[in-house]
């Protein structure tokens, strides 16, 4: 058998499918490699993968519904997948909507599509975002908490995944579980959130963006948290609720939401300089605060973060030097 992971070249994709391999899985790597960020970054996560017993790589954007959906006559082994692809980013949202509905919506119905058509499939876990969650004030926030009024249409194009995921497990049967990210962070992430953006700035000897003064806060999860969380999830397929219906939320995130200003203080004592800021009032897009309740998966995956920013983020800063030679 073999499991499915879509946006194998991501930061989450590519330490998911590491883990897998790890365990001794046979996994098949989707990814399209665009050019959202540096793609030299993504090539540079694909190498570690590829070689390894057990990896193949195809290349595919899964706006391509047809050549996704051709993987059920190919790849009739599939019986799990871990859909990670998306467009992200919430500033760009406003920026390439377009790009986010084809990815997020588009794309997530190839992925709907193609669960249906594969005999063995058991378990489809996917991601959501803590996003949303939008402007709501109760914090931290739970998964049976109100999520209709997202501040971004990338939250607004998670959400629709998630209703569109119970629309299918409804219909078809598939058991599906999704994944509330809340800000994952550490070697190998993203350059354009907030950690990596921060970090270049400080070595770097840069201006950076504070906005609200630092008074925005954010629960910050660390990759090496997230993966078990993911995989938890993953051995566990959703039961149907009273509903009838096969689909669950959980939140993955810290349970310790960090002011800005804070967080900016670590990362300035682990690169041993001052920052460079200016300050600037907040995007309307952005929550002021994000919190994860983990009630639910503490108590149905043994969800247990144990990774503290002040280790997380220096382990960053770490990685960040050696892997750009600062």
């Known amino acids: 058998m073999t499991i499915l992971v879509t946006g194998a070249a991501g930061f989450v994709g590519a330490a998911v499918a590491a883990a897998l391999l790890d365990r001794g899985e046979a996994v098949l790597g989707l990814d399209s490699l665009n050019d959202y960020y540096d793609v030299g970054l993504k090539r540079a996560r694909l190498a570690r993968l590829e070689g390894r017993p057990g ?43 377009w790009s986010y509905l084809s990815s997020n919506v588009t794309g997530h119905l190839a992925i709907l599509e193609l669960a249906r058509r594969l005999p063995r499939l058991r ?36 959400r629709a995944d998630e209703l569109m995921s119970r629309t299918y497990a409804r219909l078809f049967g598939t058991p599906m579980t ?86 900016l203080a670590i990362i300035e004592r682990a690169c041993g300089k001052a920052a460079d800021i200016r300050e600037a009032p907040v995007s309307a897009a952005e929550p002021k605060a994000t919190w994860a309740d983990l009630t639910l998966a503490r108590r149905d995956l043994g969800f247990d973060p144990k990774v503290p920013l002040e280790e997380g983020l220096p382990r960053f800063v770490a990685w960040f030097r050696g892997y750009y030679g600062l």
């Open 55 to 97: 990896f193949r790589f195809l290349r595919l954007d899964l706006a391509r519904h047809d050549e996704v959906l051709a993987l059920a006559r190919s790849e009739p082994a599939l019986d799990r997948i871990v859909h990670l692809a998306a467009q992200a980013g919430v500033r760009h949202s406003l920026v390439d909507p």
């Open 123 to 158: 378990h489809l876990v996917y991601a959501s975002s803590s996003s949303v969650y939008g402007g709501n004030s109760k914090l931290p926030a739970a998964e049976d908490d109100a999520v209709d009024e997202p501040l971004s249409l990338y939250a607004a194009s998670k």
């Open 178 to 263: 999704g994944l509330r990210f809340f800000t994952v962070y550490g070697p190998w992430g993203r350059p354009d959130m907030t950690p990596f953006l921060f970090t270049r700035a400080v070595l770097e000897g840069t201006t950076i963006t504070l906005y609200d003064g630092g008074r925005l806060q954010r629960d910050f999860t660390a990759i090496e948290d997230i993966v078990p969380g993911v995989l938890a999830a993953l051995e566990r397929p959703a039961a149907a609720d009273a509903a009838g219906v096969a689909h669950r939320l959980y939140n993955l995130g810290n349970d310790r939401p960090t002011w800005m200003r804070d967080f």
